[in-house]
């Protein structure tokens, strides 16, 4: 039966459409900056303690960084991916509320957060490439809780997003990359994890002619060097986390590729876990839109030590310097960001580099 709706409640519906409108433009115009500036101080605090040979200290430095710049941030957050159940971390663990206390009469939004830290520990443990502080944003129940569990994973770039299959045999699936790009086989470059898991893959993806990088840790930057054209690679393949699963499908839809993964699910805990999730189906293949479903989106990384994408934390007399790379889904906004950190004295000078 149709009923006629009050103009009070279509008063209340303009006014709740129109706080969402603010909301969703605060999300990604305003947090995107705040997120960048999260991940830097993580960097910098980390990567003062690079190449000491500490992985724990590493991160831990890097945490309390990310905690305290959190807290100054306008959002109601959610931390949906961390360091750990509530037991397991004293911060930036699963369920923890943060965000800046807000003004009477002000409603900041609520946002989910997935964060890393320092992805890439051992490597800026040992001042090896390609360690970064990252984290991904959205708004209520746009990323997936993960398990804290290994998860099969298969990352490509915008031209070959809806060509490849984590089922198909990795000479297959390289093939298929192949003739998207236009290029040989041998042309190709694969990143994967240096793991005795990944023998057989290895052996396969050398079989089938193309070239491969192996790396010690960091499958997320890897995940978005797949996705950027000019980097020189062109897959990622292989079992990692499944929590950096979900980071790098958020980056994934801010950059137009592709993930497909699917959890290992190997042990009891984890059979608990996922029935707990409502997740049924334990062989289901998650695409990027399945593991970061939100429709407003912010991606933030920056460089620890040098990498393919951003450079390492540079640090000189005056201050430092931190390249970041900041994405947002909705305006479709992909920023490389250099900021130089000025320390606080009165002759300080900027000097370009």
């Given at each position: 039966m149709a009923t006629e709706t009050k103009p009070e409640f279509k008063n209340h519906a303009k006014k709740d459409a129109a706080t969402h409108a603010v909301f969703t433009k605060h999300l990604e115009f305003e947090l995107a900056l705040e997120f960048m500036r999260v991940v830097e101080e993580a960097a910098i605090a980390s990567a003062k303690?690079?190449?000491?040979?500490?992985?724990?200290?590493?991160?831990?430095?890097?945490?309390?960084?990310?905690?305290?710049?959190?807290?100054?941030?306008?959002?109601?957050?959610?931390?949906?991916?961390?360091?750990?159940?509530?037991?397991?971390?004293?911060?930036?663990?699963i369920g923890e509320k943060v965000g800046a206390a807000p003004p009477q009469g002000v409603d900041f939004p609520e946002v989910d957060i997935a964060v890393d830290p320092l992805e890439g520990t051992n490597l800026c443990a040992t001042g090896s490439a390609n360690a970064i502080t990252v984290l991904a944003a959205s708004e209520r129940g746009g990323l997936l809780h993960a398990p804290d569990c290994y998860m099969e994973k298969l990352v490509v770039g915008p031209s070959c997003k809806g060509k490849v299959d984590l089922d198909a045999p990795a000479k297959d699936n390289l093939q298929a990359i192949a003739k998207a790009l236009d290029r040989d086989v041998e042309d190709l470059v694969v990143i994967v994890l240096d793991r005795?898991?990944?023998e057989k893959l290895i052996s396969d993806i050398r079989a089938a002619g193309a070239r491969i990088k192996l790396i010690g840790d960091g499958d997320l930057s890897?995940?978005?060097?797949?996705?950027?054209?000019?980097?020189?690679?062109?897959?990622?393949?292989?079992?990692?986390?499944?929590?950096?699963?979900?980071?790098?499908?958020?980056a994934m839809r801010c950059l137009n590729g592709e993930i497909q993964a699917r959890l290992v699910i190997d042990r009891p805990e984890l059979e608990a876990r996922i029935a707990k999730m409502g997740i049924t189906d334990k062989k289901k293949i998650y695409r990027s839109e399945d593991l970061a479903p939100g429709k407003h989106i912010i991606f933030a990384a920056t460089g620890v030590t040098e990498g393919s994408l951003m450079r390492g934390v540079r640090f000189f007399g005056e201050g430092t310097r931190t390249s970041s790379i900041v994405m947002t889904l909705e305006t479709g906004a992909v920023r490389f960001v250099e900021s130089i950190h000025l320390e606080k004295r009165p002759d300080v000078k900027v000097r370009f580099f």
């Open positions: 303690t690079m190449g000491q040979g500490d992985r724990k200290h590493s991160d831990h430095v890097a945490t309390e960084a990310m905690r305290r710049v959190m807290d100054t941030v306008p959002m109601r957050g959610t931390i949906v991916i961390g360091e750990g159940e509530r037991d397991e971390a004293p911060m930036l663990y005795p898991r990944h890897a995940g978005i060097a797949a996705a950027v054209i000019g980097t020189g690679v062109h897959a990622v393949m292989g079992t990692g986390g499944a929590p950096e699963g979900v980071i790098t499908a958020a």
